[in-house]
Structure formats: C-alpha cells, structure tokens
T-cell receptor
C-alpha cells in the first residue's frame, strides 16, 4: 500500500532533551512538509522540502531542525531550544511544491505524532 | 496578504439535516482550494479539491463544495448529516504564485442525535 507513515504515534520527552520524529513516504512525492497543530487551532508550517538535500523554514521553524537525505524520508528533530514543544505533529507530502504553473496537487498526510514534554 | 477564513469555529447540526461549513479566501488569480477532514488524533484526509475544471466539486462521503469567484468563497455542504461526520474540517488554499499552502483555522462539526 502506498502512503505516508509517522512514528512513533505517541512520544514523551523530558525537558532539555532532543527528540526526532520520523516521517516516511512511498508515494514518490518530491515535496514533504512538517506541521504543528495545537488544540483548537489550525496547522502551522514548521519546515518544508521541495527536493532532496534542500529544505526551507516555515512559519515556526525556531527550535526545530530537519534533514532530507532521501526522497522518501523527512525526519524532524525537536530540540531543547523549542520552548513549548507539546503538540500534535503532522507530516505531509505532495507531488510538486507548486513553484510554477497551476498547482492543484493535494497534500497527503500521515497519522501524526503526539509529543508530550514531561 | 493571502489568507483563508473559516467563518465558524464550531457548527452543530442534527443528524439528517444539512451541513454548511463556510470558507472565504483572499482574492487571487488562480487559487487551488481544498477541504480536508480530521478525526480526533488522526491525520488529515482530503474531502475534495477545486482545480478550475468545474465550480461545483463533489467529494467523498456525500460532501460537495461550490467555488464562487465573485464571493471568493468555497463553502462545504452535505445534504444530510451523519453521526460519523463529526470531526474537524479545514479549508486550504494554494496560490499559483507561491509554494506556500495556507490552512484555515478549522471548523469543528458536531452532530446531535
């Protein structure tokens, strides 16, 4: 089955620790995204990547880091510099990033990782 | 500035009655518009998308949306609500001039028995 997976589903972290959230897709999509969702709020973009070995900051990149060494993988590290990391994290992918022409390719979302800082 | 506004943070309807979730976007030459649904502790699932082929778009689970350029709206409707429709719904806009995707703040739909 094609799809996008995230692991773990639930993650607990002590203050001061870095943690890495996994995101893998086998859809052969070029673009991948990380979002943060807080209770009762919409999604906020953390980082996105349009192509392997390249990524850009989103709206709330501070305290986070990413890598894109492989097309199918886009891990997110929540560092100790992130002051309020407890949230639901969603990864998504799409066929193209939309930098030219008509862009109507939708994003496919993973099931999410709920991170709780103890 | 490019934006999308979901006019209601919470909508409650009785089972079997129509559903209307409202979405307005800032004007753009050629936006792509999407509606997603999110059940608790789950990822987002695409309901439907507008890509300029037709102004009335039919999606999954009996949902549909109409693109109205003059009103810059893309409201989501369903003729008869089902208990399983209770979820959070997001209106999403993507502009051809930028790679950025803009999410609305979401509308929580509750269904009364």
């Amino acid at each position: 089955d094609g799809g996008i997976t995230q692991s773990p589903k639930y993650l607990f972290r002590k203050e001061g620790q870095n943690v890495t959230l996994s995101c893998e897709q086998n859809l052969n999509h070029d673009a991948m995204y990380w979002y943060r969702q807080d209770p009762g709020q919409g999604l906020r973009l953390i980082y996105y990547s349009q192509i392997v070995n390249d990524f850009q900051k989103g709206d709330i990149a501070e305290g986070y880091s990413v890598s894109r060494e492989k097309k199918e993988s886009f891990p997110l590290t929540v560092t100790s510099a992130q002051k309020n990391p407890t949230a639901f994290y969603l990864c998504a992918s799409s066929i193209q990033s939309g930098t030219s022409g008509r862009v109507h390719n939708e994003q496919f979302f993973g099931p999410g990782t709920r991170l709780t800082v103890l | 500035a490019q934006s999308v506004t979901q006019l209601d943070s919470h909508v409650s309807v009785s089972e079997g009655t129509p559903v209307l979730l409202r979405c307005n976007y800032s004007s753009s030459y050629s936006p792509s518009l999407f509606w997603y649904v999110q059940h608790p502790n789950k990822g987002l699932q695409l309901l439907l998308k507008y890509t300029s082929a037709a102004t009335l778009v039919k999606g999954i689970n009996g949902f549909e949306a109409e693109f109205k350029k003059s009103e810059t709206s893309f409201h989501l409707t369903k003729p008869s609500a089902h208990m399983s429709d209770a979820a959070e719904y997001f209106c999403v806009v993507r502009y051809s001039s930028a790679s950025k995707i803009i999410f609305g703040s979401g509308t929580r739909l509750s269904i009364r028995p």
